[in-house]
């Protein structure tokens, strides 16, 4: 069984930051590419940043400049740092991992419970 747990959200104003963090635990044999997610009330949920296990990273056009995803291969943990966030910005953000477990011959993908990020004055 493999666990995604997130952590970090909360309630900030425009221009403040705020730092997820999303730890993964369980049977794992190996994380590939690692990721979060975000979905607003009444939108589809879209990709913010992954990143890969070489450390290559990735971005959606809106966030770049602003957020940074890292990880520490060492705790299988990754995270994001955001900075001058701003009210479109709040959804809630989700983690994402492509795992190869002892359970399953191919890898697949785990998601997290979801933490709310709100970004309002």
């Known amino acids: 069984q493999v666990q995604l747990v997130e952590s970090g959200g909360g309630l900030v104003q425009p221009g403040g930051s705020l730092r997820l963090s999303c730890a993964a635990s369980?049977?794992?044999?190996?994380?590939?590419?690692m990721g979060w997610y975000r979905q607003a009330p009444g939108k589809q949920r879209e990709l913010v940043a992954t990143i890969t296990s070489g450390g290559s990273t990735n971005y959606a056009e809106s966030v770049k400049g602003r957020f940074t995803i890292s990880r520490d291969n060492a705790k299988n943990t990754v995270y994001l740092q955001m900075n001058l966030l701003k009210p479109e910005d709040t959804a809630v953000y989700y983690c994402n991992a492509i795992i190869n477990s002892g359970t399953t011959y191919y890898p697949r993908a785990y998601w997290g419970q979801g933490t709310q990020v709100t970004v309002s004055s």
């Open positions: 369980g049977n794992i044999l190996r994380i590939n590419d």
